[in-house]
């Protein structure tokens, strides 16, 4: 592993921000193919950060082991340090967002010189890796994600997406705000570039992040990065595998339920939304889950659920469970007096893919986005 | 008469409001009152709102929800409804970035002046004080929950996210105006000089009113894909002529500079045949491209102290500032103007990073 600075800046008041990236494999000039692999763009993004740093432990296994094939890797875990060490979401002088300025610009405002020194590095990767959240806080069903930039090949992009192993791959048709990401930039730049998001964004959830941290070693393996025959076992202080919780039979809280907090369903973590493939290719899944076949579906085929009161949030049914039209999905209950004055609903049979997070709720806002069945 | 444009409960005993200030000309509302007899009210319209008469007597009928706060329209007949739609409107909304004041001085003045002489009203003035109350409220530049800045999801959806039914529920109420004005103020970190920035795109069609804002310049900027989601490229893009007023700084009342712009905002009505009233003119402004703009940033961190007055003549090498560092007593950068021209934008707040914008250049 080699440690590669990427960007530095000098601030006022606080130490220079390094940005830094792991290297692993040969150099560019004698690779035959590259993968860059961005985790926090953010500050709040830490299970981001945590699986990209989970993807370096587990790259230096492999390359003691000399399992690294003529792929060049380099995986940059934090970016914006500076906002995640006081825990800032976006940039801490002007809260501007480093993922709004790419492709960025050398001579521009501070997170645009940021950018551009984070993209000079990364634009002429073969693979792009982004580690994304997103802009609504909640939780999500995993998936990758592509923005279909009209530059893409999208069968070859399907092909691409298919080896991560998630159960969704959503591809996104870009609004004007997306043309200054990170993932629209790369398309242009000629990358193949995917956004994976894990479940959560700002904790650590070692499950879903082993879960994702998988899929990022099974496209590695996919584009030949890993020899997987040299490649060790699982190193002795792997966290322990999590368990797959049953997705729940009867997901029904109580009309009126006292105990707010409590969960009346699983919690995301781990419930099968589709059917596993067969075989695992690299035996080095930590998580019992995966690789699914994945299902590919356009983001505007996502149903939203909305509300129409406010109040407390009551969650009924979980992130990956399988609902029918009419199923309550939450309960909205009054501040006052815990009476339930919502119940939000599935409004198709599917799949709960988002959900609201918060323990409050405001009115006209989406809780829920179900992927239909 | 106040109208709520967007309501959308929150937890706690409270609303999210945005409202207006719908102010109708005494010939206009004296044609609803007359027309109020035609027939039986239809349904509540979509931009509901007439004479004071009118008003009272259709809120106490409808009786809007005591906890809302909210201003229901009140119902209009067709005849009513089709006067409102003939009637010539300005809109005048502020408030999207919720750091930014300016704008509230000129929505308080702009309709203290109308209310008074509504007789020299030929027409309608909505006012949007707030389309992120609250922002303003909480001093928070996007909107508080949401960690977005609003003006990046226009034209908004009805069916998304609260931010976004609340954009949309605002561009429905716009459309169709005469014509609109956006206020902005900077932001805490730059001091503007009243200006206007017109997006190439809109160029032709909104030149011919951007002087008579009483605005110092226009800057007509390139086109850049990212500011289609805001409020003025979506009005402009359904044929509602929007202009972009920025002037000032950010969490601060500039009251020399509002009250120009506050008489450009009557200039404009008169233009539109709306108001008959004085105002004042402030002289023609300076027209530029981007190519004439020249942007300085900063090369070191540290506090940026300015040497050169805002809104001033530069020459080519004079001294814009200098940043310094307080720990080492020593001066990091030495700040100096490239081109000669009006130094239109200065840095306000003192603490910089290396690219911070420090001052913006009009060149002659």
């Given at each position: 592993m080699r440690t590669i600075e990427l960007f530095r800046l000098e601030t006022p008041y606080r130490e220079t921000l390094v940005v830094e990236g792991f290297a692993f494999g040969p150099a560019a000039a004698d690779a035959r193919a590259s993968v860059a692999i961005v985790?926090?763009?953010?500050?709040?993004?830490?299970?981001?950060?945590?699986?990209?740093?989970?993807?370096?432990?587990?790259?230096?296994?492999?390359?003691d082991a000399g399992a690294?094939?003529?792929?060049?890797?380099?995986?940059?875990?934090?970016?914006?340090?500076?906002?995640?060490?006081?825990?800032?979401?976006?940039?801490?002088?002007?809260?501007?967002?480093?993922?709004?300025?790419?492709?960025?610009?050398?001579?521009?405002?501070?997170?645009?010189?940021?950018?551009?020194?984070?993209?000079?590095v990364i634009k002429d990767a073969t693979y792009g890796i982004q580690l994304a959240s997103y802009y609504l806080p909640g939780e999500f069903e995993p998936h990758v994600r592509i923005t279909d930039t009209g530059v893409v090949d999208l069968a070859e992009t399907r092909r691409l997406a298919d080896l991560f192993g998630f159960p969704y791959a959503l591809l996104k048709q870009p609004a004007p705000f997306d043309t200054t990401t990170l993932n629209y930039n790369w398309q242009v730049w000629g990358v193949r570039a995917f956004s994976l998001f894990s479940?959560?964004?700002?904790?650590?959830?070692?499950?879903?992040?082993?879960?994702?941290?998988?899929?990022?070693m099974r496209f590695l393996e996919g584009i030949g990065a890993i020899r997987p025959e040299l490649a060790p076992a699982p190193p002795a202080d792997?966290?322990?595998?999590?368990?797959?919780?049953?997705?729940?039979?009867?997901?029904?809280?109580?009309?009126?339920?006292?105990?707010?907090?409590?969960?009346?369903?699983?919690?995301?973590?781990?419930?099968?939304?589709?059917?596993?493939?067969t075989g695992m290719r690299t035996g080095w899944e930590v998580s019992p889950r995966g690789p699914y076949e994945t299902a590919f579906c356009r983001e505007d085929a996502l149903v939203n659920v909305r509300t129409s009161r406010a109040g407390f949030f009551k969650r009924v049914a979980a992130i990956g469970q399988r609902v029918e039209e009419g199923d309550a999905l939450a309960r909205i209950l009054s501040t006052e007096d815990c009476e339930v004055i919502e119940t939000l609903r599935a409004p198709v049979a599917g799949t709960v893919f988002f959900r609201h997070e918060a323990a409050l709720i405001n009115g006209e806002t989406i809780a829920f986005k179900v992927m239909p069945a | 008469m106040i109208e709520t444009v967007f309501s959308a409960e929150l937890p706690v005993r409270e609303h999210l409001l945005?409202?207006?200030?719908?102010?109708?000309?005494?010939?206009?509302?004296?044609?609803?009152?007359?027309?109020?007899?035609?027939?039986a009210p239809a349904a509540p319209g979509p931009r509901g709102n007439v004479s004071r008469e009118t008003f009272a007597r259709e809120e106490e009928r409808l009786a809007p929800d005591a906890g809302s706060g909210a201003h229901a329209a009140p119902a209009l007949n067709d005849a009513q409804r089709a006067l409102l739609d003939a009637a010539p409107r300005l809109a005048v909304v502020t408030g999207i970035h919720g750091d930014e004041l300016e704008g509230q001085y000129v929505a308080f003045e702009l309709a203290r002046r109308l209310n008074e002489h509504r007789d020299?009203?030929?027409?309608?003035?909505?006012?949007?004080?707030?389309?992120?109350?609250?922002?303003?409220?909480?001093?928070?530049?996007?909107?508080?929950?949401?960690?977005?800045?609003?003006?990046?999801?226009?034209?908004?959806?009805?069916?998304?996210?609260?931010?976004?039914?609340?954009?949309?529920?605002?561009?429905?109420?716009?459309?169709?105006?005469?014509?609109?004005?956006?206020?902005?103020?900077?932001n805490i970190f730059l001091r503007e000089m009243p200006q206007i920035r017109i997006n190439e795109l809109s160029a032709d069609e909104l030149l011919p009113l951007a002087p008579l804002l009483n605005i110092d310049f226009?800057?007509?900027?390139?086109?850049?894909?990212?500011?289609?989601?805001?409020?003025?490229?979506?009005?402009?893009?359904?044929?509602?002529?929007?202009?972009?007023?920025?002037?000032?700084?950010?969490?601060?009342?500039?009251?020399?500079?509002?009250?120009?712009?506050?008489?450009?905002?009557?200039c404009l009505a008169a233009h539109l045949g709306i108001w008959s009233g004085p105002f004042e003119e402030h002289g023609a402004p300076l027209i530029s491209a981007d190519q004439a703009v020249s942007f300085l940033n900063a090369g070191?961190?540290?506090?940026?102290?300015?040497?050169?007055?805002?809104?001033?003549?530069?020459?080519?090498?004079?001294?814009?500032?200098?940043?310094?560092?307080?720990?080492?007593?020593?001066?990091?950068?030495?700040?100096?103007c490239p081109a000669s021209g009006l130094l239109f934008t200065l840095r306000e707040y003192p603490v910089v990073y290396p690219g911070s914008l420090l001052a913006r250049v009009l060149s002659e």
């Amino acid at each position: 592993m080699r440690t590669i600075e990427l960007f530095r800046l000098e601030t006022p008041y606080r130490e220079t921000l390094v940005v830094e990236g792991f290297a692993f494999g040969p150099a560019a000039a004698d690779a035959r193919a590259s993968v860059a692999i961005v985790g926090a763009l953010r500050g709040n993004e830490m299970q981001q950060a945590f699986i990209c740093a989970n993807v370096v432990k587990r790259l230096r296994a492999l390359e003691d082991a000399g399992a690294l094939a003529d792929v060049g890797i380099l995986v940059i875990p934090v970016v914006n340090s500076f906002s995640m060490n006081i825990a800032h979401r976006f940039w801490p002088m002007d809260n501007t967002d480093i993922n709004r300025m790419f492709p960025g610009y050398d001579a521009g405002e501070t997170t645009q010189r940021i950018a551009a020194g984070l993209f000079d590095v990364i634009k002429d990767a073969t693979y792009g890796i982004q580690l994304a959240s997103y802009y609504l806080p909640g939780e999500f069903e995993p998936h990758v994600r592509i923005t279909d930039t009209g530059v893409v090949d999208l069968a070859e992009t399907r092909r691409l997406a298919d080896l991560f192993g998630f159960p969704y791959a959503l591809l996104k048709q870009p609004a004007p705000f997306d043309t200054t990401t990170l993932n629209y930039n790369w398309q242009v730049w000629g990358v193949r570039a995917f956004s994976l998001f894990s479940s959560v964004v700002d904790r650590i959830s070692a499950g879903p992040a082993d879960f994702v941290v998988d899929c990022i070693m099974r496209f590695l393996e996919g584009i030949g990065a890993i020899r997987p025959e040299l490649a060790p076992a699982p190193p002795a202080d792997a966290p322990a595998p999590c368990e797959a919780p049953a997705v729940p039979e009867a997901p029904v809280a109580p009309a009126g339920a006292q105990d707010v907090s409590r969960e009346t369903a699983g919690n995301g973590e781990g419930a099968a939304p589709a059917p596993l493939r067969t075989g695992m290719r690299t035996g080095w899944e930590v998580s019992p889950r995966g690789p699914y076949e994945t299902a590919f579906c356009r983001e505007d085929a996502l149903v939203n659920v909305r509300t129409s009161r406010a109040g407390f949030f009551k969650r009924v049914a979980a992130i990956g469970q399988r609902v029918e039209e009419g199923d309550a999905l939450a309960r909205i209950l009054s501040t006052e007096d815990c009476e339930v004055i919502e119940t939000l609903r599935a409004p198709v049979a599917g799949t709960v893919f988002f959900r609201h997070e918060a323990a409050l709720i405001n009115g006209e806002t989406i809780a829920f986005k179900v992927m239909p069945a | 008469m106040i109208e709520t444009v967007f309501s959308a409960e929150l937890p706690v005993r409270e609303h999210l409001l945005v409202q207006k200030n719908r102010i109708i000309g005494a010939d206009l509302a004296a044609a609803l009152d007359a027309a109020a007899d035609d027939d039986a009210p239809a349904a509540p319209g979509p931009r509901g709102n007439v004479s004071r008469e009118t008003f009272a007597r259709e809120e106490e009928r409808l009786a809007p929800d005591a906890g809302s706060g909210a201003h229901a329209a009140p119902a209009l007949n067709d005849a009513q409804r089709a006067l409102l739609d003939a009637a010539p409107r300005l809109a005048v909304v502020t408030g999207i970035h919720g750091d930014e004041l300016e704008g509230q001085y000129v929505a308080f003045e702009l309709a203290r002046r109308l209310n008074e002489h509504r007789d020299q009203v030929h027409g309608i003035v909505d006012i949007y004080p707030a389309i992120n109350p609250l922002g303003i409220n909480a001093i928070e530049r996007g909107v508080p929950g949401y960690d977005l800045d609003l003006n990046r999801i226009f034209p908004g959806d009805a069916d998304g996210p609260l931010t976004e039914a609340l954009a949309a529920a605002v561009v429905a109420d716009i459309a169709g105006a005469a014509a609109c004005v956006d206020i902005h103020a900077s932001n805490i970190f730059l001091r503007e000089m009243p200006q206007i920035r017109i997006n190439e795109l809109s160029a032709d069609e909104l030149l011919p009113l951007a002087p008579l804002l009483n605005i110092d310049f226009v800057w007509v900027h390139a086109s850049a894909t990212v500011l289609q989601s805001t409020l003025a490229y979506a009005l402009n893009a359904l044929g509602t002529r929007t202009l972009v007023v920025e002037t000032g700084v950010g969490m601060r009342i500039t009251p020399s500079e509002v009250m120009r712009l506050t008489e450009g905002m009557l200039c404009l009505a008169a233009h539109l045949g709306i108001w008959s009233g004085p105002f004042e003119e402030h002289g023609a402004p300076l027209i530029s491209a981007d190519q004439a703009v020249s942007f300085l940033n900063a090369g070191a961190a540290g506090v940026f102290l300015p040497k050169a007055a805002h809104g001033r003549r530069v020459g080519k090498g004079e001294l814009i500032g200098v940043i310094v560092d307080p720990l080492t007593g020593e001066v990091r950068e030495r700040v100096t103007c490239p081109a000669s021209g009006l130094l239109f934008t200065l840095r306000e707040y003192p603490v910089v990073y290396p690219g911070s914008l420090l001052a913006r250049v009009l060149s002659e």
